[in-house]
Nanobody
Framework: QVQLVESGGGLVQAGGSLRVSCAAS????????MGWFRQAPGKEREFVAV????????YYGGSAAGRFTISKEDAKNTVHLQMNNLNPEDTAVYYC?????????????????WGQGAQVTVSS
């Protein structure tokens, strides 16, 4: 069974940077993509970014474009989300997700496995 464990969340001031990471273990050979979603208080979960397993294809949601970078560390089966120029609207629980599809895109239903989430709080 695939397990996803997020790390790296925390508190940062507006304009600052933070990196969240997600380590995948157990049956990772079936995975073809890993992505990030986030859910702010009182809002629906939204797509942030996804990367394919080889790391050469990336796709970003509107909230991430130009500020966030998704990358993959093959040796550790770990995906990172580097977040720059953060603002209070980025405050949310960030969830890692993994898919057996090559290009799962932004649909949550296309992802088969989910992490527990990492809290990111941006203060003004």
């Amino acid at each position: 069974q695939v397990q996803l464990v997020e790390s790296g969340g925390g508190l940062v001031q507006a304009g600052g940077s933070l990196r969240v990471s997600c380590a995948a273990s157990g049956g990772t050979s079936r995975l073809n993509a890993m992505g990030w979603f986030r859910q702010a208080p009182g809002k629906e979960r939204e797509f942030v970014a996804v990367i394919n397993w080889s790391g050469n294809s990336k796709y970003y949601g509107g909230s991430a474009a130009g500020r966030f970078t998704i990358s993959k560390e093959d040796a550790k089966n770990t995906v990172h989300l580097q977040m720059n120029n953060l603002n209070p609207e980025d405050t949310a629980v960030y969830y890692c997700a993994a898919s057996q599809l090559m290009h799962p895109g932004r649909l949550q239903s296309n992802y088969d496995y989910w992490g527990q989430g990492a809290q990111v709080t941006v203060s003004s």
